[in-house]
């Protein structure tokens, strides 16, 4: 089975730079995707096909790929970033979507 | 410009149905397939399945498959997620989203509707 797996808690100062993990078998072969949610409101995607960001979406958001380990980087976090964090991939045949468990970015 | 608007929050009793609906505009409702995605409070996204507005066609997480129908009505651009035999587990928001074309990603996200399950 497909499993995603992220630390469940983050903590940065402001301006430093946070980087988040994500974990599972199946992303040396898949693309990954990052979604931000906060409170209240639903996911927004942030990052795509690993590296990509969708227009709207600020420079300091990346996203980096090594193994079965994918990162989102946030350089010159802001208290704004503070958030929900979740990757998502999904099968080679898109028949099963999968999201990892989700990390919580506090802004200290 | 894309809107996903999906219906209002409900309340159900245990062992009851929900059906909701997740109205699309801005796009060519046939072209883009509809996820579902259900969130238990305070916890993650969870995948539940998808449906192709086109033919009607639809694939399920193993763990929804039999008690979870997702169906669309062209007519109108909107899709349909109902959940049968509902327990106090079921209480979460069901998001429905637009898949990316091309992509196995989701751009568009309806607002989110909150289904409490209770007695």
């Known amino acids: 089975s497909y499993e995603l797996t992220q630390p469940p808690s983050v903590s940065v100062s402001p301006g430093q730079t946070a980087r988040i993990t994500c974990s599972g078998d199946?992303?040396?072969?898949?693309?990954d995707y990052w979604y931000q949610q906060k409170p209240g409101q639903a996911p927004v995607l942030i990052i795509y096909e690993d590296n990509k960001r969708p227009s709207g979406i600020p420079e300091r958001f990346s996203g980096s790929t090594s193994g079965t380990t994918v990162t989102l980087t946030i350089s010159g976090v802001q208290a704004e970033d503070e958030a929900d964090y979740y990757c998502?991939?999904?099968?080679?045949?898109?028949?099963?979507?999968?999201f990892g468990g989700g990390t919580k970015l506090t802004v200290l | 410009q894309v809107q996903v608007v999906q219906s209002g929050a409900d309340v159900k009793k245990p062992g009851a149905s929900v059906k909701v609906s997740c109205k699309a505009s801005?796009?060519?409702?046939?072209?883009?397939?509809i996820h579902w995605v259900r969130q238990a409070p305070g916890q993650g996204l969870e995948w539940m399945g998808w449906?192709?507005?086109?033919?009607?066609?639809?694939n399920y997480a193993q763990k929804f498959q039999g008690w979870v129908t997702m169906t669309r009505d062209t007519s109108i651009s909107t899709a349909y997620m109902e959940v049968t035999r509902l327990t106090s587990d079921d209480t979460a928001v069901y998001y429905c989203a637009r898949q990316a074309v091309p992509g196995n990603h989701f751009d568009y996200w309806g607002q989110g509707t909150l289904v409490t399950v209770s007695s």
């Open positions: 199946v992303l040396p072969n898949q693309y």
């Open positions: 449906i192709n507005p086109d033919s009607g066609g639809t």
């Open positions: 998502q991939s999904a099968d080679s045949r898109g028949t099963y979507w999968v």
């Open positions: 801005g796009y060519t409702f046939t072209d883009y397939f």
